[in-house]
């Protein structure tokens, strides 16, 4: 089976939800690359040298510049006439073309899947991860998007992929791109970060997030990340959220702090190695998942434990 | 300008769903049912646009079984304006509700659809994004801010590193998140209002549409329990167990 990964960048390195998507991949068949955007030879170099690539398709126009599914969708369905299956890792840009692609090719499409069982069989959780669902695939050709947290990542170097030129392609004229709010950060991703530090609604404020939260963070160089009380809140934005309908984590260390843990919140952190919960609420649900619980007042507890790690 | 609003039938929001014991799926007897909560932002989304003028009539579409008509009375209570029940008691997979609703879209000609980024119980969050693919309309997925300016409609988007906006030609799809708008409750004179509003009943086969599943569910299972750790007795005792394991400044 020839396999199509779609490579997630940032118009200069290739990010790391590309390289779990890849492992997933090569589980199915052979891995191809799809690199497009504009100005991206020096992002198809660097896709060409991950681990298990054979080749890397670059479609270079500037109708690719923005991840415009209107445009990359008809490209993609193009390139599926000599490939199997279409990999995307499960972010939101993979989100938001791989069902466009699906549709075109008149598949239906396998989400966040989270093992490769077979050939066409695949794992993925539903209910937000309240159960897991084994699902198989009658369709001629595949469609998947992949859940980062639940493959390794392929080693981002080792490989001598070929680089070949796509030409097919252009604007469909039906959308553009007209501006993006990207947060800028010192502090890893959070859906790559080994430690994410996160706060919830007891902290109360803005301001108290940013007292107590971030000074735990920027001495264990983690991630920031909320709960969606913390988000809907206003004490961060909505680029922090983690759980169902915000970013799925699995960091080495997860820190819960203020963090109730809600269904909806676990279902974002749950496969984290270890899970470290800070709360004055000792029935609070985080502590049933919880590695190391702290039953305290969260203002005295951080501040002390941000001095003395 | 008619927008169309797809929503769904689903276990509610606050009920722990239950995997049942035969490993066939989700136990959805004698549960609370709701609409899917991303649905009713849609429906939110689309009764603002009329109430600034800009559209002039919702039709709410739901494909489901006969209970389904409890969703579509809880949109036409919130504002829509009538509905479209496609009834069926198969599950139907996002490609085949796609299907339908481009069947219903040629019909209407709506100058937007908008649907929930994705429902709560498959979490596929595709249907959207396949009904763009094949109307051949733009998409705005993951909305916080839907602005119809002219012929466009400018769509704010929720991405994974903060937000961005793009300007989609209509007619258009948009899909919902959550800090799009808050929903409305319904109020009582307008939930008696709702019951005779005008609801059309139709069948998949009526549009054409072969809802067959393509994906087989081979099994449904409960998810790895996490279990408890331990409760640390104070800072001292959880710094000495993070240093253990090599976490530290």
Do not use: C
Not at chain 1, 70 to 89: G, K, R, T, Y
Not at chain 1, 198 to 226: H, M, N
């Amino acid at each position: 089976m020839k396999t199509l990964v779609w490579v997630e960048h940032d118009g200069s390195a290739v990010k790391d939800a590309t390289l779990a998507a890849v492992t997933a991949a090569s589980k199915l068949g052979e891995v191809h690359l799809l690199v497009a955007g504009e100005g991206v030879g020096g992002v198809a170099s660097a896709a060409a040298q991950i681990a298990g690539v054979q080749k890397v398709h670059v479609a270079d126009n500037a109708a690719f510049g923005h991840n415009l599914p209107e445009n990359i969708a008809p490209l993609v369905a193009e390139l599926m006439a000599s490939h199997d299956a279409f990999v995307a890792p499960a972010t939101t840009t993979g989100k938001n073309i791989a069902p466009r692609v699906a549709a075109l090719l008149d598949v239906m499409q396998i989400s966040e899947i989270l093992s490769v069982e077979g050939p066409k069989t695949f794992t993925r959780p539903i209910y937000a991860g309240n159960a897991i669902a084994t699902v198989e695939s009658s369709d001629a050709k595949l469609v998947l998007t992949v859940r980062g947290t639940a493959f390794e990542k392929a080693a981002a170097t080792g490989g001598s992929g070929t680089v070949e030129a796509v030409s097919a392609g252009g604007d469909t004229g039906i959308s553009s791109f007209v501006g993006a709010e990207i947060a800028k950060q010192d502090r890893p991703e959070l859906t790559s970060a080994k430690i994410i530090v996160s706060g919830g609604r007891a902290l109360g404020s803005s301001e108290k997030y940013q007292e107590v939260i971030v000074p735990l963070a920027d001495k264990l160089g983690a991630a920031l990340g909320a709960s969606r009380a913390a988000v809907d809140a206003g004490y961060v934005p909505n680029d922090y959220q983690v759980g169902q309908t915000g970013k799925i984590v699995a960091p080495e260390v997860y820190f819960a702090i203020g963090i109730s843990g809600a269904i909806q919140h676990l279902a974002g952190m749950k496969d984290s190695k270890t899970i470290v919960a800070i709360n004055k609420d000792e029935d609070a649900p985080i502590f049933q998942v919880a590695d190391f619980g702290l039953v305290a007042d969260l203002f005295n507890a951080v501040p002390e434990l941000t001095g003395k790690i | 300008m008619k927008i169309l609003v797809p929503v769904k039938r689903v276990l509610d929001y606050n009920v722990k769903p239950r995997v049942k014991a035969d490993g066939t799926g989700v136990d959805l007897a004698n549960v609370k049912m709701s609409m899917n909560p991303f649905d009713e932002i849609g429906v939110e989304e689309a009764i603002r646009l009329k109430e600034k003028g800009v559209a002039t009539e919702i039709v709410a579409v739901s494909v489901g079984p006969a209970k389904a008509q409890e969703t579509l009375r809880t949109a036409l209570a919130m504002g829509a304006d009538r509905a479209i029940l496609v009834q069926t008691d198969d599950e139907v997979e996002p490609l085949a509700l796609a299907k339908i609703f481009k069947a219903i879209a040629d019909a209407e000609q709506p100058g937007l659809v908008i649907l929930g980024k994705q429902a709560i119980d498959g979490d596929n969050n595709q249907t959207g994004q396949m009904l763009a693919a094949l109307t051949g309309w733009a998409q705005g997925t993951f909305a916080s801010a839907v602005n119809v300016e002219g012929d466009h409609v400018s769509v704010t988007r929720e991405v994974d590193g903060g937000l961005e906006t793009v300007k989609l030609k209509l007619p258009a799809i948009v899909t919902t998140d959550l800090r799009l708008n808050e929903p409305r409750y319904a109020s009582l004179p307008n939930i008696m209002k709702a019951k005779s509003k005008p609801l059309d009943t139709k069948t998949p086969a009526d549009y054409g549409v072969d809802t067959t599943p393509r994906v087989k569910t081979v099994k449904v299972s409960e998810p790895p329990v996490r279990s408890a750790g331990v409760k640390v007795a104070d800072v001292d005792e959880l710094v000495a167990k993070l240093k253990a394991m090599g976490v530290h400044s």
